[in-house]
């Protein structure tokens, strides 16, 4: 099958992988329709290269068709339309029993010290070959899906499986009091979806970017927007003068190591990101690679007793936190990895035919899987308005 591969930092290609076959009994395979190009991927196409193998194949946002079960696959069947969660969790064990699937025991990647298995995502989170490919193997397939009703678009679905449950778990985590302010930074796909959710539980939104088609978009929405690129250093005053001189109540940070606002780092995030893998990984995890600067607007901006929910992934554990501030703020702080089927009822009700939060025209871009290498520049460079891009094998 054709499938995109990734070749080293800054490369990736479409390549001829064997086709996969079942090798467990809860092991199922899915003929893949459709599958996104996700921020995250961003980080393995570069900051996070030391931790990839050169071939594994990328993606964790898929959705398509099953097309063989193993014998212990529960009601899945053959010809069944499934959203595939970017988490391997089995439903039974004692954190997936608290919803908590992001840290599976069944799949948790021990001798990596991380949580649960990912599809596509790199040594870290079991090496798992992904999505962007013709057909994907899915583990733990008895839980690890979630059924779609035949008739609407892909695009209706499409982002069950990553971007709009972690979007609502960011919303969420930001415990908005009703009535509240929400501050979203970072209007990628999933700061959109944030925005979009925050409003739909009817709180204020500001929405928080430098890139102007991004800006853009989320204001078509009705939604208020703060451009970075006009305050720089003096967004927090900015954002303060548009809630009573006191700051939101709550700040979700849709922006994570892709922060562009730290020189110094991003020189260290590119050359680990160009030494050989055996070699840049201790530095990667000693000196840490993150660009906090969002984060560090997030504490600058939230009100006091506000809080603060991270989305945005962080890797590396070098820049110092600004701890003083913290708990002199007495800020709350919540993060991880979306627990994607914890939300999936709460989000299904939304993804009818009136489509409010937007799901038939969010994507940007739906190309075929041989376009994949071009999509995956354009998206890192954020200059050809690339927001989602959907790959159709
Ligand atoms: N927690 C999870 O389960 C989960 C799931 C999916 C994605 N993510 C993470 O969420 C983050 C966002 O994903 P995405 O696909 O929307 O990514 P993206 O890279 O498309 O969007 C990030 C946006 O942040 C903006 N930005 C950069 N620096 C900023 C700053 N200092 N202040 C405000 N905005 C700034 C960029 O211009 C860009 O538009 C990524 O870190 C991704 O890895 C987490
Ligand atoms: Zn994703
Ligand atoms: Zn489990």
Not at 68 to 79: M, T
Not at 126 to 144: D, I, W
Not at 252 to 265: F, I, Y
Request: net charge negative; charged share 20%; with cysteine.
């Amino acid at each position: 099958m054709k499938a995109v591969t990734w070749q080293g930092a800054r490369s990736v290609s479409v390549e001829e992988v064997p086709d996969p076959v079942l090798q467990q009994p809860t092991d199922a395979i899915i003929k893949v329709t459709t599958t996104n190009i996700c921020g995250s991927d961003l980080h393995l196409y570069e900051p996070l290269a030391a931790f990839m193998g050169k071939g594994d194949v990328l993606g964790h946002e898929t959705m398509g068709v099953v097309q063989e079960v193993g014998s212990e696959c529960g009601d899945l069947a053959v010809g069944d339309r499934v959203s595939i969660p970017f988490q391997i969790s089995c439903g039974r064990c004692w954190m997936c029993e608290r919803q908590l699937y992001t840290q599976c025991e069944t799949t948790q990647v021990r001798d990596q010290g991380t949580g649960a298995a990912l599809f596509g995502f790199s040594k870290l989170y079991g090496e798992v070959p992904g999505g962007q490919a013709e057909y994907l193997r899915v583990p733990q397939a008895q839980f690890t899906h979630v059924k779609l009703p035949d008739g609407p678009p892909d695009d209706r679905f499409a982002y069950l499986s990553d971007i709009l449950p972690t979007a609502w778990q960011g919303v969420v985590y930001a415990g908005v009091p009703d009535g509240g302010t929400l501050v979203v930074l970072g209007l990628g796909p999933v700061g959109d979806f944030a925005c979009r959710i925050g409003r739909q539980m009817g709180y204020r939104v500001i929405g928080v970017d430098r890139v102007a088609d991004r800006l853009e978009r989320v204001r078509a929405q009705g939604i208020e927007v703060v451009d970075l690129e006009e305050h720089g250093s003096g967004l927090g005053d900015a954002v303060r003068d548009l809630t009573g001189g006191r700051g939101p109540d709550s700040v979700l940070d849709c922006v994570g190591m892709e922060a562009h606002d730290s020189p110094v780092t991003t020189l260290v995030q590119k050359a680990v990101g160009l030494l050989p893998g055996a070699l840049a990984r201790p530095v990667q995890e000693k000196a840490g690679v993150d660009r906090l600067g969002a984060l560090y607007s997030a504490i600058d901006m939230v009100r006091r007793g506000g809080t603060i929910s991270l989305t945005g992934v962080y890797g590396g554990v070098a820049d110092p936190m600004p701890m003083l501030t913290l708990f002199d703020k007495q800020i709350q702080l919540r993060m991880g990895q979306c627990n994607v089927k914890r939300w999936i009822d709460d989000i299904m009700p939304l993804l009818g035919d009136d489509d409010p939060l937007g799901c038939d025209t969010f994507a940007t871009h739906r190309l075929p899987l041989d376009q994949a290498p071009e999509a995956y520049r354009a998206f890192q460079e954020k200059t050809g308005g690339h927001i989602k891009i959907q790959l159709k094998p």
